[in-house]
């Protein structure tokens, strides 16, 4: 794990507005940056052309800065990083660690949908890119909010895909390539995303390049249990109105309420909350039901 400056992010993507779980990821990660005294960068993940929302990545701008959230650098498009991508993909393909893989879904239902070896039924015009999980790749780390986490990725994984079949980059090896050129210290984000850390981990082994400190936010449920950033995904929150939001996101946040009482701005709250946050009050659960949202 790195001991460099404290270098945090905020990596979107840009497949529709803004929702309260993006935002609580938002708002978390730059709570921890500030309270470490560090940066916190915005990375617009934008590499998934077929599943990208025209004018979403400025509207996601829009909406943080409305939420007062700006980045400390100048914000990085992954579209714009294709270099970078194809530079991994052909160290990593020269030292033996990816190969070229033919096989569809279709083919691998047969092994669970986990890629152990290449059962292809056809050629296909482009192969995707798998990098090579070798047996008892087994990953282990401590997550600074969820404690240890542990995969055998071999076995509950597989070979995972970095370059699809359609020619788009895997998000596995652009989040690993971003954090590392980056220079990300510390990544804090939601707790749907620890069961890819492992993978990242192992990438980022295979690559030689430093593993970050990871901390995942609880998932945030509605009150009918369903994931708010599914059930809620068509409704953006409010950037008219961000001070309802960002209190409400402070308590989904195990924060004290008491902590923002005084405050009548964005930019105050927002210094209230970067002095007074707690790490320590965050919850422990991977999961925190929510009433009625301020959407």
């Known amino acids: 794990m790195s001991s460099l400056p404290y270098q945090g992010r905020f990596a979107p993507s840009p497949t529709g507005p803004l929702h309260l779980g993006s935002m609580l990821a938002a708002f978390g990660s730059w709570l921890s940056a500030r309270h470490a005294n560090g940066s916190w960068q915005v990375r617009i993940e934008d590499v998934d052309p077929p599943r990208e929302v025209p004018g979403a990545a400025d509207l996601h701008l829009t909406t943080l800065a409305a939420f007062g959230l700006h980045s400390d650098a100048p914000v990085a498009y992954q579209s714009r990083r294709h270099a970078l991508y194809q530079a991994a993909i052909a160290r990593l393909l020269a ?33 995707a890119i798998r990098l090579r999980v070798a047996d008892g790749s087994h990953i282990a780390f401590v997550d600074a909010l969820q404690g240890p986490v542990a995969q055998d990725v071999d076995r509950e994984v597989g070979d995972f895909v970095l370059l699809r079949a359609d020619g788009c980059w895997a998000y596995q090896l652009a989040v690993v390539v971003d954090d590392a050129d980056q220079g990300i210290t510390h990544v ?47 409704l953006p929150v409010d950037a008219a109105a961000p001070l309802p939001v960002l209190r409400w996101l402070w308590e989904a946040l195990g924060q004290a309420p008491a902590t923002l009482h005084a405050a009548t701005t964005v930019a105050e709250l927002l210094q209230h909350a970067a002095a007074g946050f707690e790490p320590a009050r965050l919850q422990k659960e991977s999961r925190i039901v929510i009433g009625t949202p301020p959407v």
């Open 95 to 127: 030292q033996d660690s990816a190969f070229p893989c033919h096989c569809s879904r279709t083919d691998l239902t047969t092994q669970g949908g986990i890629h152990r070896h290449c059962v292809a039924s056809q050629q296909r015009p482009q192969p």
């Open 188 to 234: 804090v984000r939601g707790a749907d995303l620890v069961d890819s850390t492992p993978r990242q981990i192992l990438l980022q082994q295979a690559l030689g390049v430093p593993t970050p400190h990871y901390l995942h936010l609880p998932l945030l449920l509605g009150a009918d249990g369903h994931k708010l950033s599914k059930s809620l995904a068509a």
